[in-house]
């Protein structure tokens, strides 16, 4: 018997509880930190397992106590940085079917794997876990999201496409075709080791860049900590990575993102104002450094721009107060100078229209 509830696993009276969790010993957020807080010794267990590689996708690690399995930890993502993916909830969900009688299992509750901080919707990942475990003999409890509609918690709902969920490789939601022009961009930059590399940061400002130039990739940015910022760039390298466009792998203390060598892009399919724009970023990257001068680059962009819906003309000053006011960090003088020279470069390049007719005096020169 299989029910769909909301509310909180741990009240649950099922025998058996998953726990979502990483391949990489991590347990730092979301129901993993309070399974790790709860059950001290399993983390422990967890962790060292990980370090000697034992832990990976499609097999669940279960932990015991009296006998029988108290917790079964299902891997939904590889780095705790990294989206989950639903080919290995699929594989996990394989894996259990195929071992629950083995680890005599009797009945269990699931949270929404991947859901939260793994980026899937439960509009995906209920109906595939209920369509997966739907058949099997033994008390089953599925819990949705908080907030979920309660049409969304329905049979009808969940066996929705029943006859067309790919069980060996599912494909996650429709990809805006702008999108594609992001992972060309990226793949020209990859042809080069000079040039910058690519992790989360550099993602989104590779994004604002090309949406300023206009091409629509369907999100909004606002103030960030490190400059303009859309929370949905997230979900668009969640939906990349479930269909196997990009892949994340650690490169020193970031998560560098690399598209596929499969991937190619039909320029058919694009504007040649869109294939412009493409290239016109891809030049701008070209000359980045690093991650914070692209920080420093687009929040000058995006403060000009700003100012630009206020004022007629905007000034060099009027961009570095704006920034100032946006980031305290920036208030010291090699900061000023860097933002000050970057804004002449941009304004070089025809990327922001700054104003000089009205002199800049840097007082401290006298």
Request: charged share 25%; with cysteine.
């Amino acid at each position: 018997m299989i029910r769909i509830k909301l509310g909180d696993i741990f009240e649950s009276e099922m025998k058996t509880l998953v726990n979502t969790i990483n391949c990489v010993g991590v347990m730092g957020k979301g129901i993993a930190k309070i399974y790790k807080d709860r059950y001290p010794k399993m983390f422990e267990e967890y962790k060292d397992m990980c370090t000697k590689k034992l832990i990976h996708t499609g097999y669940l690690y279960p932990y015991y106590e009296d006998n029988s399995v108290k917790i079964l930890n299902f891997p939904t993502k590889q780095h705790w940085r990294s989206p989950s993916k639903l080919e290995y909830i699929q594989e996990g969900l394989n894996w259990f079917i195929q071992n629950y009688e083995r680890l005599k299992i009797t009945s269990i509750a699931f949270p929404p794997l991947g859901c939260g901080n793994g980026g899937l919707d439960w509009e995906t990942v209920g109906p595939l876990m209920y369509q997966s475990l739907k058949d099997l003999p033994i008390d089953i409890e599925i819990y949705a999201p908080f907030g979920t509609e309660k049409s969304k918690l329905q049979v009808e709902f969940l066996l929705v496409n029943e006859n067309k969920v790919n069980k060996t490789g599912v494909i996650y939601e429709k990809i805006n075709n702008n999108w594609l022009l992001v992972l060309q961009l990226i793949k020209k930059l990859e042809e080069s080791e000079y040039n910058i590399k690519v992790g989360r940061t550099i993602f989104q400002k590779i994004c604002y860049v090309l949406s300023r130039y206009g091409t629509d990739i369907g999100v909004e940015f606002s103030k960030g900590t490190y400059g303009p910022y859309s929370a949905d760039i997230k979900k668009i390298i969640t939906i990349l990575s479930n269909n196997n466009l990009i892949y994340e792998k650690e490169y020193g203390k970031m998560m560098l993102i690399t598209v596929s060598k499969d991937f190619k892009i039909d320029k058919s399919l694009y504007s040649q104002k869109d294939i412009e724009n493409v290239n016109k970023t891809f030049q701008l990257f070209k000359r980045v450094k690093d991650t914070n001068q692209a920080e420093l680059i687009t929040t000058i962009l995006f403060s000009f721009d700003s100012l630009k819906e206020t004022y007629h003309e905007v000034t060099e000053n009027m961009i570095y107060q704006y920034i100032l006011e946006w980031k305290k960090r920036f208030s010291g003088y090699q900061s000023e100078l860097k933002i000050r020279e970057l804004i002449k470069s941009l304004t070089g390049m025809n990327l922001i229209a700054t104003d000089y007719t009205k002199d800049y005096v840097d007082d401290m020169l006298f």
